[in-house]
């Protein structure tokens, strides 16, 4: 079993569609959540952060993480083309080490 | 201009050859990391450092070597490139004192190795 489980998609939505992504891990060390958004060509950016359970938002954006499920998710309301991009979950245990595990990251595509 | 940058930013060479890739930040973070992505398979850490004398070797790092010349600046060089080693080459930044593990990553290098 991989340790970070993300459905590669592709996704397509609709314009003002709500899109839920997601990932599932088997570390239940992991304590930092992230989401970064990676368009074509481009490095990945930080989108949410979330430390440890709970809900985080940022505009559109709703980050959830469910330790005890060990499940993520990522909510965009209202969607937008502009939001169409590969979405990367990315996951760090705690203490002295930084290094991320990342989901293998999903397509979305929002059409006009 | 970018915190994190790479050059160069695309780069096509031939088996066998000595390659090097170049990353510089200017946030002024300890820690930095070299990446590939490859379709299917996502990011792959190569190596990592978390100060001048302190290089790692992260899950793939069997062909590539990095030289860390200053906090700024961290090289991954490919010593005898292959076709396999084809992909898009991330360098990132990260912060200790930030209390995140947030990683800040640069614009990327797409290497062909024919």
């Known amino acids: 079993q991989k340790e970070v489980e993300q459905d590669p998609g592709p996704l397509s939505v609709p314009e003002g569609a709500i899109v839920s992504l997601n990932c599932t891990y088997s570390n239940s060390a992991f304590q930092y959540f992230m989401w970064y958004r990676q368009y074509s060509r481009k490095g990945p950016e930080l989108l949410m952060y979330t430390y440890s359970s709970g809900n985080k938002e940022d505009g559109r954006f709703t980050a959830q993480v469910d330790k005890s499920s060990k499940y993520i998710s990522l909510f965009i309301r209202d969607s937008q083309p502009s939001d169409s991009a590969t979405y990367l979950c990315a996951m760090s245990v705690g203490g002295s080490n930084y290094k991320l595990t990342f989901g293998k990251g999903t397509l979305l595509t929002v059409n006009p | 201009d970018a915190d994190v940058t790479q050059t160069p930013r695309n780069r096509i060479t031939k088996t066998g050859k000595r390659i090097m890739l170049e990353c510089s930040q200017t946030?002024?973070?300890?820690?930095m990391y070299w990446y590939r992505q490859d379709p299917g398979l996502g990011l792959r850490l190569i190596y990592y450092?978390?100060?001048?004398?302190?290089?790692n070797k992260g899950e793939i790092s069997d062909g590539y070597s990095v030289s860390r010349q200053a906090q700024a600046k961290f090289s991954l060089s490919l010593e005898s490139a292959i076709p396999n080693q084809t992909a898009l080459y991330f360098c990132?930044?990260?912060?200790?004192?930030?209390?995140?593990?947030?990683?800040?990553f640069g614009p990327g290098t797409r290497l062909t190795v024919l």
């Open positions: 946030k002024g973070h300890d820690r």
């Open positions: 450092s978390f100060d001048v004398k302190d290089i």
């Open positions: 990132a930044t990260s912060d200790p004192l930030a209390g995140t593990r947030t990683q800040y």
